[in-house]
């Protein structure tokens, strides 16, 4: 990721951090420790979302949001079971429709969903890249959790 990218990028990330710790989430982005030198490091682009449903008693679910350049490609989404952890979990998943556990998200918003439809780099599904990016994305997906009330595939 360029450094331009991740400037923007960064600014972003303050206000969707925001977002999810008022809705009792979380975000997440690891950077090297001093004091812990064998710690786990993301790279640039690359944050972990954790998201909590509005349904009582449902766990959060965790969004590995990779970006590859910010704010003009959409990221690449994946579920995972912890911060860090495997993407190949089916039950770190939603039952959502659109999201392909455990292989990827095909909606307008993500990276897979504009590879796979040519179609939508025009019109309502095309790419928005104004105002800020990452908030839109985690928005959808916690609509999308949230429609399906914190159910999970598997």
């Not at 008022?22 to 997440?28: D, E, F, Q, S, Y």
């Not at 989404?77 to 999201?99: D, R």
Request: with cysteine; hydrophobic share 40%; aromatic share 10%.
């Amino acid at each position: 990721m360029d450094f331009e990218s991740q400037l923007r990028l960064e600014r972003d990330a303050a206000v969707v951090r925001a977002t999810l710790e008022a809705a009792g989430g979380r975000l997440v982005h690891r950077v090297a420790d001093p004091d812990a030198p064998d710690a786990s490091v993301d790279p640039p682009g690359l944050y972990w979302a954790v998201i909590q449903p509005t349904e009582p008693d449902t766990k959060p679910f965790i969004v590995r949001t990779l970006w590859s350049v910010y704010p003009d490609r959409p990221p690449s989404l994946l579920f995972a079971i912890s911060v860090g952890g495997p993407t190949n979990v089916t039950s770190a998943w939603p039952a959502a429709t659109g999201y392909r556990a455990p292989n990827d998200v095909c909606k307008p918003f993500t990276a897979e969903g504009q590879d796979l439809h040519g179609e939508w780099t025009i019109g309502p599904q095309s790419w928005r890249s104004g105002g800020n990016p990452f908030l839109y994305v985690i928005e959808n997906v916690t609509d999308d959790i949230n429609r399906v009330q914190g159910a999970r595939a598997a």
